[in-house]
Structure formats: structure tokens, C-alpha cells
């Protein structure tokens, strides 16, 4: 192709999809605890990406010209326009942030600083809180001269000027805001028929002459301030040291990361933010961002205690899925037919169920799965555990290197092998992202599953993922087949009916888009509609245009990062993108094939990125049930459709809202669910009538 820009740099199109969230929280047709939770997110999100994204860019640049040559961009010239854009975004987030607040008061619900609140309000305070809390907070004296101090990486702070009425000379302290122990937003008695909330950070301010009582200072002033630090680790293939070991060094130096963005309260004084750069370490090239009052605006996650129910998108009920409302056991159900479950939709209950079932059926000789994370409060741990005491071999695939998940992975690690449990800590080089169990048995066929999306029931509410449940003897073999590359990892494993990375899934999409190429030359319908998280390969992107120029028609449906450009003139109109942000997180990986009009649809844990095409362990699988295709072919459509909350990914990746102007109005994540329900009650009636 000669396009002159043919690539959007990845790290650049993550923040459009970030500014997708802030539309939500600025949206004012989402309910307003609903606001909150989508500034939440984006508030969490950036601070994921300065600590992973910006921190890989920085290392970039630290290694120079070499690094540049092998990535192909500036990484100094990405970081500068990362902090122009992130400056802007911010803009917005507080103006957001404000009327966000400002529009609580309204249903009796007010956000009060230190200064606001009233006498009875702060005799409260007195009374019920300061002793524990002031006994927790150490200040840390900053001095002007002296070595650097050390702050915790997404922690807040507050940096406190004090004075005597007898000195002039100013002392500076940081305490660290004990969000984990106490509560960040505290509730205080209400006033009648109001609320009133209150900042644990102004908390603090109003009990600083007790922190600092032995000292007399007579003046206080704080500001909040937070450092962001480079979470980047990898671990190497030597295998003298255990994973779990190198881990856990690994960790320990995160915490100690080199800083990659300083926030601060805009109106700190200057002079102040030099002082406190200075002592943390922060470059001249590293990120110094004003903000607001308030940082770690994750805490709004759901900061109310019984809140309002009209403030909030009503309590979805999950649909019940065809055929199994009165199925007494999942695993003889799906000796005959397929199970195709659709999260948040249908209840992600029935994986447990089948797990369950699996614990305690005679039949079931072992069971086999990869976890990459788990919910805090795992159901299918238990039910593996469970199992393990039944005297199940039960192995689990236990992915150590899931980042931010680490220590929960580890912790997990620990109880299973207690249990039991074999438990297979990864595969040196590679990360294993698949989402494959495998259930064995001595009488009837062995079950397989296969999903886009974690085995955990916590993200499974409010993630959208697909996941088969099938006892098809070809997938269920290759499924035992990846399972002894687990244990054996010197055998790559040979697959025909699913495609693995690192091994076959680039060669073949690759080779299904030539498929259609061939078709659309011989003047054929050809097709593609591919559903996922991120599309920044550059060889699979110059395949897609490829196949646009020729004649193909490609929808892509892209949450995240999206390197293509999809107006270049020599694709002819013949690619259309869009990305969806709505309540739920739009997370399955879904890859149609229109194929001579056999329609081919695969579910897959892999996005077209890099990372999942050459650098981890992912698992695309074919459906084989035409009734199940069909689902997921108007699942698609349905998202294709959608003129609500679908945004066009344009050149300039503008974040336009597709065909909002059009009627009837169509909510993907409202759809979806009335088709679901809409079969159930075909064929009930097709069943009352036969």
C-alpha cells in the first residue's frame, strides 16, 4: 500500500478511547452515580497508562537511538504530545468532576471540605474518629537540602506548609492518606434531609494541629499530591530462580519505581512543586500535571451506602439461556448439543454449575483449566478445590505474570498446591492468556470450554464475553492437547480445528482475509467483521487494506487502542470501525468469515496485537453449531447497528457517534439481551405448539 501514514501510534489511540469514558461521565443521559463510576474509570485507566504505557515509552527513550530504530517513532515526541493531550483530557475531567458535585446537591446529597461543614459535624469528627486516625498518620518532614525520599507509587499525600507565629521559617511534612484503612469518602451524620460526604483528605486538614501537636506550629496549609511510577517488569526464561521468586523481587521493585508523572493540587505554589519534584526524583522530560483538589478519583467507585435507586442504571437480570431453564445436569445436556453462554447476558452461575457438577460426578476423573484472573472471592476456586478433595486430579494453569494481579495469582498459587491441586505456574517466555478448560471423564465424552474472557465472576457482571461449552471429541482432544504443552512445554502442541498462538492465529487470519480477497476478485460477496479489545499489528492491518482495496467489506468493532487509518482513499469506503462504551465493558473477541457463504465465526482470547499474536498463549475456536453462529452473527449485527453509544473510529479518531441521528435508535447492550429473550420465548411457543 502507499499510504503516507499508514499507522496510528497505539499508545496515542488509547487516549481517545479513554476520552470514550469521559463522554460517558459527561453523558447527561447516563444516570448520575453511573457518571461517577465512568469518571472513576478514566481517572483509573490513566493512571494505569502513565504507569505502564508512558513508563514502556520512557524506557524507549532512555535506550535511545537504538531503541528508536527498532520501534520506528520517537518515543520524546509521543511522550510530548501523550502530555499535551493528557492536559486537555484533564481540563475536561474536572470541569466534569465539578458538575458532577455540584449536581449531587440537588438530590440532597453535598461534598463538603473542612471549611464547610458544621460545628455538630466536626464535634463528630472528634469524637468518633480522631483518636484512631491521628494515631495512624506519621508525618515525614521534607527538608530543602538533603537526599531524595520515597513515596508510594498511586498513593495520595499531603504535602503540609506549617509555620509559628514566632519563626518565620516555614517546615514542610508529606503524610500519606491511609485510604486502605479508612474509608476515602466518609459518610457524616445527616442534616435533616441532606447528606453530607466528606474527603478523608479534608479530614486530615482538620485534624493537622493534633498530628503535629508537640511541634506548636500555629498555621497549616496542604495540598494533595501523588507521584505515578513505572510498573513495567519482566521476568526471563532463566529457570535457576523460581517464577514465583523472581516475581516476587519483581514486585518489591515496583513499588520503587522510577516516577513517570507528578500530580498536584493546581493551586500548590510553585515554588512547592519544584521543592517536591526535586525531592521524588521527577526529570524535566517526566509528566508534572495540575489538577484539582482531590486526586484518585477511583474512589468514586460507589462511594454511597444505599444510594438512590433512580440515580443509577436499574439491576440488570441476566437471561435465562435457551434450553437450560429446567436442566437438571449441564454435562449430560451437553453430550448432546453445544452450549454457547454470552456474559453479561446470560449468568456467568453455569460455569460454576458445570464446575460443581464436575467436583462431585463419579464419572469425572480430573479437570483442567488456565487462570489468568481470578475473582477475589473465587466460586471457581472453590469448586476446584472442591474437586481436589474428591479425589479429582485437578492441574490448574496459573498465570503468575498477570500484571497488577501478581500477588493474588501468587496467594492463589499457595492455597491450590495446599489443596492438592497441581498448579503449573506459567510457561517460561510466554504468557498464557487463553481461556480453556477441560473436564475428563471415564463414561461419556470429555467437555471442553472455551472463552473470550476470564474465568471470574466479578468481571463477568459488567464484562461482555463468550464462552463455549461443548463435548465436540476434535476440540475436546486439542484441548487435552494444549493442556499436555502446560506440563511439557518443549512440544509445541498440534492443532487442526483451533488456532494457538504464537504458532498458527497470525498465518491464519492472514490467510482468511486472502480467502475473501480471492473471492471479492472474481467478483463475489466477500466479508469480514472482527470484534476485539485492540488492532495495531501492522501486518494485520495491511492485510485488512489490502483486502478493502480489493473489494472486500470489513466492519471492526475495536474497544481500545486502533492503530489503522480507515478513510485512506485506496480502501475505497470498504472499511468501518467503530468502538462501544457503554455500561458494560465491551471485552469479547469475536472473528467472522463470510466464506462463500458458510460463515464462519470464531470466539478467541486474542486481540490483533503483537503481544497476542507472537508473545502469548491464546486459543481461537471455531463454532461449529449453525444455530450458534447465527447468534453470533446478529450479535455482531446488533453491534454494527448500534446508534447510541457506538462512536466512529475516523482518521482523526474524533469520537463522533455513529448515525446518531437516525431512527430507530439502537442501544447494542440493550439489544442484545431482548434478542436473547426474544428466542427464548420463540421456541417456547414453537415447543407449545408442537
Known sequence: MNFAEPFRNKDISWLAFNERVLQEAESPDVPLLDRFKFISIFSSNLDEYFRVRVAALQDFKKAGK?????????????????????????????????????????????????????????????????????????????????????IRDAEIYLFVRMTKKTVSREQYALIEIPAREFSRLYELPSEGQNRIIMFLDDIIRIFLPEVFRQFEFTDFDAWTVKITRNAQFGTDTDLSESIIRKIDKNLKKRKKGTPVRFVHDEKMPLRYVQLLSRKIGIGKD????????????????????????????????????????????????????????????????????????AAIDPSVRAIKITIYRAAKHSAVMGALIGAARNGKKVTVVLELQARFDEEANIKWSAILAEEGVMVIPGVPGLKIHSKTALILRSKGKNVALFGTGNYNEDTAKIYTDHLLITAN?????????????????????????????????????????????????????????????????????????????????????????????????????????????????????????????????????ADMMGRNLDNRIEITCPVFDKEHRADLKKYLDICLSDNTKARILDNELSNVFHNQNISPKVRAQEAIPRFLELKNTQSANKNCSG
Not at 69 to 89: D, F, G, M, T
Not at 306 to 332: A, C, M
Not at 565 to 588: Q, R, W
Open 473 to 605: 471429541q476434535h476440540l475436546t482432544a486439542e484441548a487435552q492437547r494444549l493442556f499436555e504443552f502446560f506440563k511439557t512445554p518443549y512440544n509445541n502442541p498440534v492443532l487442526k480445528k483451533c488456532i494457538s498462538s504464537p504458532w498458527s492465529t497470525r498465518h491464519f487470519i492472514s490467510d482468511m482475509i486472502s480467502n475473501e480477497v480471492k473471492q471479492a476478485k472474481k467478483g463475489n460477496r466477500a466479508e469480514i467483521i472482527l470484534k476485539m479489545n485492540g488492532l495495531t499489528d501492522h501486518d494485520i492491518i495491511c492485510d485488512l487494506y489490502k483486502a478493502a482495496s480489493l473489494g472486500v467489506k470489513i466492519s471492526l468493532i475495536v474497544r481500545g487502542m486502533f492503530s489503522a487509518y480507515t478513510e485512506n482513499p485506496e480502501c475505497k469506503g470498504n472499511i468501518h470501525a467503530v468502538s462501544i462504551v457503554d455500561k458494560f465493558l465491551e471485552h469479547s473477541r469475536l472473528f467472522y468469515f463470510y466464506h462463500k457463504g458458510e460463515e464462519l465465526i470464531y470466539l478467541s482470547s
Open 286 to 357: 517526566d509528566t508534572i500535571m495540575p489538577g484539582g483538589r482531590y486526586h484518585n478519583i477511583r474512589d468514586f467507585m460507589n462511594f454511597l451506602s444505599n444510594p438512590p435507586v433512580n440515580l443509577s442504571y436499574p439491576v440488570f437480570e441476566p437471561v435465562i439461556p435457551q434450553g437450560l431453564g429446567t436442566v437438571d445436569s449441564l454435562l449430560d445436556y451437553v453430550q448432546k448439543k453445544d452450549i454457547l453462554l454470552h456474559f453479561p447476558y446470560h449468568s456467568f452461575n453455569y460455569v460454576i454449575r458445570i464446575l460443581k457438577e
Open 66 to 150: 537504538k531503541a528508536e530504530k527498532l520501534i520506528k517513532y520517537s518515543p520524546a515526541e509521543i511522550i510530548r504530545e501523550i502530555q499535551h493531550k493528557v492536559k486537555k483530557l484533564n481540563t475536561r475531567f474536572h470541569n466534569v468532576l465539578n458538575a458532577l458535585i455540584r449536581e449531587l446537591n440537588t438530590h440532597n446529597i453535598f461534598l463538603r471540605s473542612e471549611n464547610e461543614i458544621s460545628d455538630s459535624a466536626k464535634k463528630y469528627l472528634h469524637s468518633h474518629i480522631k483518636t484512631k486516625l491521628v494515631s495512624r498518620l506519621v508525618p515525614v518532614f521534607v527538608k530543602t537540602t538533603g537526599s531524595k525520599i520515597n
